[in-house]
């Protein structure tokens, strides 16, 4: 596996098409004004909006509905949606609520090409949040890691939010060869310019720490 490649999975730590999916309009959402407090990310949210788990609950139930055969059930999804987004609260609080309100509430999710449920309806709100959930250190990251995130932000946010990138990730992960991989290229450039960009913005701003 490659650095991009590892690069590519650590930035997408929020795995699940509640957070990935392409979203097909520019609307955006005014922020809920949740909260982090409690266990699991479950506590009350500031002047009165919903909690995380209650907006991952709703977002997720949305998600399960359209019975996409390759897409997590609601129960995981609730799950992992609301201690990822407990943990980013910390860093991206409006985003995150901004993000969740619109999927739980006016986005909708349909079945793509690679028969996960894709969210449109929340394009801004997403936007937002990628930028700044792909920007922010781990706590426990390492200096490759950080300076991608602080010297190769746009490049991270284009990649992750090409809306192509659920059905590249799909086509490679079933390739056995060469030429399966070239296809899927073929198929998909936008994703393989973002890539190459995000390659080369590593190459030219952190090529000490990224090969150390």
Not at 10 to 36: Q, R
Not at 154 to 171: E, F, R, S
């Amino acid at each position: 596996m490659t650095r991009t490649k590892q690069l590519a999975i650590l930035s997408m730590a929020l795995a699940g098409a509640w957070l990935t999916a392409s979203c097909g309009s520019s609307d955006s959402a005014g922020s809920s004004g949740i909260g982090a407090g409690g266990a699991g990310g479950a506590g009350g949210a500031g002047g009165g909006g919903a909690s995380i788990a209650d907006l991952c609950a709703s977002t997720c139930a949305k998600m399960a509905a359209p019975g996409c055969p390759a897409e997590t059930t609601a129960q995981d999804c609730t799950q992992q949606c609301t201690a990822d987004m407990t943990k980013l609260t910390a860093s991206c609080s409006d985003v995150v609520g901004s993000y969740l309100t619109c999927a739980s509430t006016t986005g909708t999710f349909a079945c793509d090409s690679s028969q996960q449920a894709a969210l449109s309806g929340c394009a801004d709100a997403q936007s937002a949040m990628e930028q700044c959930r792909v920007c922010t250190a781990e706590p426990n990251g390492d200096a490759c890691d950080d300076c991608m995130k602080q010297s190769c932000c746009a490049q991270l946010v284009d990649y992750q939010t090409d809306p192509d990138k659920g059905a590249y990730d799909a086509c490679t992960a079933a390739c056995t060869d060469d030429s399966c991989m070239h296809a899927c290229a073929t198929e998909h450039p936008n994703v393989v310019a973002a890539q190459a960009a995000m390659d080369q913005c590593m190459q030219s701003r952190c090529t000490t720490p990224c090969t150390n």
